[in-house]
């Protein structure tokens, strides 16, 4: 049987101390084949361009240009090209872990009906911190991003539900509403309880400068574009809570508050 073929899909803007690094942990790996894919949103920096230029004839790498247009826009310029089985989006100052790959399509092998991996990640940077990803639920998910975009996903999902959001492409959270899409089609992802990934944090990075300041309207855009999953999911929570407040358990807790509630009134509070 075939090994199924893996592409690394690397966003580049001016990124050249960081890179280097990047490549060297996906060369770590102990699995293959697979490529890398590393696309130049519009780079201004003399020293990432010369970083990037080392990269350009390197086997099992593909060195993309375009103007700068955001970090979705250049992640599907490359998926639109590769013809991998898996993509994994890694952003261009992220590590991911030896042995990981092996991990990941193992997982998917044996969870056929997986779409998505995702795994705990290590965050380094201005910060130290492990952090586990919670198993992904909508509901949770419609109010915030519970998984990072570091993540192993099935070509077949971007052939199926399209790519990331272009729109959001300067100012982020492109994979919250990707992830929203991708379970609302019934795409199902698989938690590995390992660190798979180091995610850089940095001040200057564009969670930071544009995705925290501009979250109320990428909000409102991610609300309005799944406003029919909004409605299904908030009408089910809706006859959830009614059916709870029918139960013979919280009518006896009703009951035995009355009395509380009573003296609160007597006593002027509401």
């Known amino acids: 049987m075939t090994a199924?073929?893996?592409?690394?899909?690397?966003?580049?803007y001016n990124n050249g101390e960081t890179l280097p690094e990047t490549i060297d942990s996906i060369h770590r790996q102990d699995y293959s084949p697979y490529d890398i894919w590393i696309v130049d949103d519009g780079s201004t920096d003399q020293y990432s361009l010369q970083v990037l230029e080392r990269y350009r004839a390197a086997p099992g790498i593909t060195v993309l240009h375009q103007v700068n247009a955001g970090p979705s826009v250049a992640r599907n310029l490359a998926i639109r090209?590769?013809?991998?089985?898996?993509?994994?989006?890694?952003?261009?100052?992220?590590l991911i872990r030896p042995g990981?790959?092996?991990?990941?399509?193992?997982?998917?092998?044996?969870?056929?009906?997986?779409?998505?991996?995702?795994?705990?990640?290590?965050?380094?940077?201005d910060v130290d911190e492990s952090r586990h990803q919670p198993p992904v639920?909508?509901?949770r998910l419609l109010l915030y991003n519970t998984v990072a975009l570091c993540t192993f996903i099935r070509k077949k999902v971007f052939d199926d539900i399209g790519y990331f959001d272009e729109t959001m492409s300067k100012k982020g959270l492109e994979d919250w509403e990707y992830w929203i899409r991708a379970l609302a089609a019934g795409k199902r992802f698989h938690h590995i309880p390992e660190q798979l990934f180091d995610i850089r944090v940095r001040s200057t990075s564009r969670t930071f400068t544009q995705a925290n300041v501009h979250l109320q309207e990428l909000k409102a855009y991610v609300y309005q574009k799944h406003l029919g999953t909004f409605a299904k999911e908030y009408e089910q929570m809706f006859y959830h809570i009614r059916w709870l407040e029918s139960t013979p358990g919280v009518r006896l807790m009703d009951l035995a508050l009355w009395p509380w509630r009573r003296l609160k009134k007597a006593m002027g509070k509401s």
Do not use: C, M
């Open 4 to 12: 199924p073929k893996v592409s690394f899909i690397i966003p580049f």
């Open 81 to 94: 090209q590769t013809e991998a089985d898996i993509i994994v989006p890694l952003d261009s100052d992220d």
């Open 100 to 125: 990981a790959l092996t991990i990941a399509v193992k997982a998917l092998s044996e969870n056929p009906d997986a779409d998505i991996i995702y795994s705990d990640l290590h965050l380094f940077g």
């Open 137 to 139: 639920q909508l509901r």
